[in-house]
C-alpha cells in the first residue's frame, strides 16, 4: 500500500522531487528534508486559500510535518450547532475546506452541539436566544447530516455530539471550567459588551457557551478547528483552554464571509441572495452565471475545490483581460458538478447557453401540470405557487403588470390570455417552465 507521503508526492506532481528515507524502525519511511518541506508547503497554500486569518500557523507548520512524517492524520474540528439547517454556499465554504483537509489526509470530526444548543450561541445576537427542544435539535442534526455528505466523505468523517461528554461534567467539573475565564474577558466579546452597555440582560448561562464549545476542543485533542469569522472569540477561547489543560493548543483557521449572488450582502435566506446546496442542476448553474465578475476568484477560493495551481491559472487569464464570462462558466460547471452528476451539469450548462445566450426556449424546462379551468394564464397561479416558483398569487399577478413573464418567448400582457399544452412561461429572469394541462 502506498503511504500518505507517497500519495502527496504524486498529488503535487512533482517528479524527482526527492526520496523518502527507511528509518530503519518499523513507522512510515521518512521523508528527505527537501520533500517534506513542500509538502508542508503544498499542505499550508491549500488551507490559506481563501482564508480570512489563520492563528497558530508556525504551530500548524510543525503539526503538519509531525504527520506527514509519522502518517498520523491530524485531528481537524467544525462545530456545528443544529439550529438553521438549511445549508447554502455560504455555509458550505466552511465545508468545503474541512473536504479540502480530508483530501490531504486529515480526520475531520464535526461536533454536533446538541447540549450546547439547548444554550444558544449568544454570537452576533442583541438578546438571549430561545434554547431549542431535544426534538428540533435531534431533527435539526439530522438534516446538517443528509446536507454536510453533500460535501464530506461519509465514511472518512466522525460525527460526534457534545451531550456525549458534556453532560456527564459533574458540577465541580463545571465550575473549574467556569473558573478558567473572569466576566472581564467574557465581556471583551462585542455582543456581550453591546448588551452590558445598553442594560440588556445577559443570562448567566450565555457565558457557558463558549467555555462548553472550547471543551469540545479539549475533549477531542484538536489540532486544527474551522469556523467563520464570527466564531473568533469561541474557537480561540478552545486554545486557551487546550493551554490550561496541558494540551498543545489547536491552530485556528477562519474562513471569510461570501456575498451572495447580489455581490453586496452576506449569502442569506432570508435576503434571496442564496445558492442552496440542495438546488437543481439548472437553478444553481444558472445563479452562479449572476455572481458579480468581482466575486469570481472569490468564489473560485470559497465555493469550490480547485487547487492553488489551477487557481492561478484563472487569476493569470482575468489579469490578462479574457472575457470575465468565460471563468464563470467554468465556475459554474465547477461548482454545479459538485453537487450533481456529470450529466446534470452538462444539461443544466445546456439550458444556460439556449435560455440566456441564443434567446431560445430551453429544452430542459421544468414542467409544471396545470388543471384546465378557464384555460387561460389564472390556471396556472396555484401549481406555481405549489411548485415554488412564486410565493403567492399577488405576486405572480404583479410579475404579469411588470413584464417579468412571458409565454414563448413574447411577454404575457394580463392575466386572461390563453395557455395550453407545450406553452413555455418564463417566470422572471431565470425560470422556465412547460405546461401540460390536466
Known sequence: METKVQNQEETLQDKGAGETVDTGTGREPEPDAALLSRLVRHQMRVIRQGAAELIGEEELEKKIAGSICTGKPLTVKFGMDPSAPDIHLGHAAVLRKLKQMQDLGHSIVVVIGDFTGKIGDPTGKSKGRRAMSDSEVLRNAQTYQEQIFRILDRDKTQVRYNGEWLELLTMREALELASSVTVARMLERDDFQNRFRSGTPIGLHEFFYPLMQAY???ELKADLELGGTDQTFNILMGRTLQKERGQTAQAALFMPILEGIDGTEKMSKSLGNTIGICEDACSMFTKVMQVPDRLIVKYFELATDIAPEELDKIKERLADGCNPRDCKLILAGMITSLYH????????????????????????????????????????????????????????RRLVSQGGVQKNGVRVENMEENIQTDDVLKIGKRRFVRIKMC
Request: hydrophobic content about 40%.
Open 341 to 396: 452528476t456529470r450529466e446534470e451539469t452538462e444539461a443544466a450548462e445546456c439550458f444556460f447557453r439556449e435560455a440566456f445566450t441564443n434567446k431560445a426556449v430551453p429544452e430542459q424546462a421544468q414542467v409544471l401540470e396545470v388543471v384546465l379551468e378557464s384555460g387561460t394564464v389564472h390556471d396556472c397561479v396555484r401549481p406555481l405557487i405549489q411548485a415554488g416558483l412564486v410565493e403567492s398569487g399577488s405576486q405572480f
Open 216 to 218: 469540545d476542543s479539549v
